[in-house]
């Protein structure tokens, strides 16, 4: 009779989630049950010895990051560092868009016209508020590291 209920109460107590408060019926068993008292101590402590590796802190570095992407996939690894930004398109774009900005508004400046005038100036602040939301917005990850860096975010 002592065995079915020694081993109802640890069933009970092993489907308890870690550190889920022990019921009083599994309390008051294991102070009277020795066996079981027993028992739950053991499992503890080979849950305590299986936990210590885990405890192990390894520092995130770059080049342990690296090694962990070279080992999961050669081929995304090579990927990631190729994929670098090259700021020369967007100054060449930049310059252009300017030039071609500064001439439309010597145009319509020429035609006196106010109304006209204020449209084109307005669609130049639009077109360079569009371009420069996507230099920004395609190059984030490159200004996140920037003021990480400098110490404004802190993390």
């Known amino acids: 009779m ?13 489907m308890l989630d ?11 068993h294991m102070l009277k049950c020795r066996k079981c008292r027993k028992q739950i101590k053991i499992l503890s402590l080979a849950e305590k ?4 590796p885990l405890k192990i802190q390894i520092p995130v570095t770059d080049s342990t990051i690296e090694n962990i992407l ?4 050669p081929d995304l690894h090579k ?17 252009i ?12 400046g020429e035609l006196n016209s106010r109304s006209l005038f ?9 077109i360079v508020t ?12 490159i200004f996140i590291k920037k003021i990480s860096t400098k110490g404004f975010v802190k993390g």
């Open 79 to 95: 990927r990631i560092l190729k994929k670098t930004v090259s700021t020369a398109g967007w100054i060449s774009g930049g310059i």
């Open 49 to 52: 010895q299986l936990a210590a």
């Open 70 to 73: 070279k080992k999961l996939s």
């Open 130 to 141: 569009v371009y420069c939301t996507i230099f920004v917005i395609s190059n984030i990850d």
């Open 97 to 108: 868009l300017f030039l071609c900005l500064i001439m439309l508004m010597k145009f319509t």
């Open 2 to 14: 002592k065995d079915k209920t020694c081993e109802k109460i640890m069933n009970e107590y092993l």
């Open 118 to 126: 204020l449209l084109c100036s307005l669609m130049n602040a639009l």
């Open 18 to 28: 870690k550190n889920e408060r022990v019921p009083l019926k599994i309390t008051f």
